[in-house]
């Protein structure tokens, strides 16, 4: 599975941003499909997952009510729309395929990972 991000950039506080993940050299809707984010000097974590259908999704409790992570199959795509964005949401982000199809947010059972595309947000 190859993954490419994009759709990253800088924005105000407030405002929003969606990223997109392309995927290929798997069929898509056979595994699900994760969002993490690197800060700077942090770990990286969890964001958002979402099932091979689309119709499960997890969050993080950082992220909810705010971000919305979504799959297009016929596109081979996912998409996460961050609103309401924040300075702490600078980082990294990464897409990542799990190829189990679960949602958790344990980054070992995730298989393959895209190359991130920078998120930041000034106040």
């Known amino acids: 599975v190859q993954l490419q991000a994009s759709g990253g950039g800088l924005v105000q506080a407030g405002g929003s941003l969606r990223l997109s993940c392309a995927a290929s050299g798997r069929p898509f809707s056979s595994y699900s499909m994760g969002w993490f984010r690197q800060a700077p000097g942090k770990e990286r974590e969890f964001v958002a997952a979402?099932?091979?259908?689309?119709?499960?999704?997890n969050y993080a409790d950082s992220v909810k009510g705010r971000f919305t992570i979504s799959r297009d199959n016929a596109k081979t795509t996912v998409y996460l729309q961050m609103n309401s964005l924040k300075p702490e949401d600078t980082a990294v982000y990464y897409c990542?395929?799990?190829?189990?199809?679960?949602?958790?947010?344990?980054?070992?059972?995730?298989?393959?990972w895209g190359q991130g595309t920078l998120v930041t947000v000034s106040s």
């Open positions: 979402v099932s091979w259908s689309g119709g499960l999704t």
């Open positions: 990542a395929a799990h190829l189990g199809g679960g949602l958790g947010s344990r980054q070992l059972s995730y298989d393959y």
